[in-house]
Nanobody
C-alpha cells in the first residue's frame, strides 16, 4: 500500500522559510520522480516542483524559481521542499506525489499525500 505523509507546514511571516518533508512508503522509491503541488483557497491545484528519480534534474514553477528547492534522500524515502523568502501568495495546502514517469502536471502523478498547510502572513 502506497502512503505519502507530508509534514513541516505551519504559519510563517513573509520573508521567512519552511522546509516541507514527504515520507513515502512506496516500492522502488529511488526509481520514481516526485513532485510537489499546492492548492490555494479558491484556486486550482498547481504544480510547484518536481525532481527526477536520479535526483539530477529538477523543474520549478516560475512563481517559485529561485526561492524553493526540491531535493530527495533515497536512503530515507523522503522528498523535501525548502521554501525561502515566502510570500503571502504562497499560502496553500502543499501536496507531494509520486509520478508515473516524468511529469510536471497533476495527471502524471499516481499517488498523493493528504497535504500540509502553509500560511504566510504579511
Amino acid at each position: 500500500q502506497v502512503q505519502l505523509v507530508e509534514s513541516g507546514g505551519g504559519l510563517v511571516q513573509a520573508g521567512g522559510s519552511l522546509r516541507l518533508s514527504c515520507a513515502a512508503s512506496v516500492r522502488s522509491f529511488s526509481s520514481k520522480a516526485m513532485g510537489w503541488f499546492r492548492r490555494a483557497p479558491g484556486k486550482e491545484r498547481e504544480f510547484v516542483a518536481a525532481i527526477h528519480w536520479s535526483g539530477g534534474y529538477t523543474n520549478y514553477a516560475d512563481s517559485v524559481k529561485g526561492r524553493f528547492t526540491i531535493s530527495r534522500d533515497d536512503a530515507k524515502n523522503t522528498v523535501y521542499l525548502q521554501m525561502n523568502n515566502l510570500k503571502p501568495e504562497d499560502t496553500a495546502v502543499y501536496f507531494c506525489a509520486t509520478a508515473f514517469g516524468w511529469a510536471v502536471v497533476a495527471d502524471g502523478y499516481a499517488y498523493w499525500g493528504q497535504g500540509t498547510q502553509v500560511t504566510v502572513s504579511s
